[in-house]
């Protein structure tokens, strides 16, 4: 088992910058690549970006890169978020999730059903 905790999220004014945190627990964890999500009412949970096990490979979501940084801490067994650049469309809840290393190196990184386990999400508000 993994348990997932995320920190970090709030209320925050366009164009301004948050860092999310996610800390992994669990005999395994150090053994899973991890994602970013994120769902606004009403839609469906949408993939972020994705790091590896080792960290030297990341995936992102078209329409975050050059705005979002995702990162980690294998010592802390800890993942990390940086948002820069929000916009009010950034709302969201924000969920990390784990996924085994096969399947991030089989690209199926992107899919929700993909990922073996979740944390409970924090808010992100972007509004002025």
């Known amino acids: 088992q993994v348990q997932l905790e995320e920190s970090g999220g709030g209320l925050v004014q366009p164009g301004g910058s948050l860092r999310l945190s996610c800390s992994a627990s669990g005999r395994t964890s150090g053994n899973?690549?991890?994602?970013?999500?994120?769902?606004?009412?009403?839609?469906?949970?949408?993939?972020?970006?994705a790091i590896s096990r080792s960290g030297g490979?990341?995936?992102?979501?078209?329409?975050?890169?050059?705005?979002?940084?995702?990162?980690?801490d294998n010592a802390k067994n800890t993942v990390y978020l940086q948002m820069n650049s929000l916009k009010p469309e950034d709302t969201a809840v924000y969920y990390c999730a784990a996924l085994a290393s096969y399947k991030y190196n089989r690209g199926t990184f992107y899919l929700p059903s993909a990922y073996d386990y979740w944390g409970q999400g924090t808010q992100v508000t972007v509004s002025s």
Request: no cysteine.
């Open 57 to 72: 490979s990341t995936a992102y979501a078209d329409s975050m890169k050059g705005r979002f940084t995702i990162s980690r």
């Open 32 to 49: 899973y690549a991890m994602g970013w999500f994120r769902q606004a009412p009403g839609k469906d949970r949408e993939f972020v970006a």
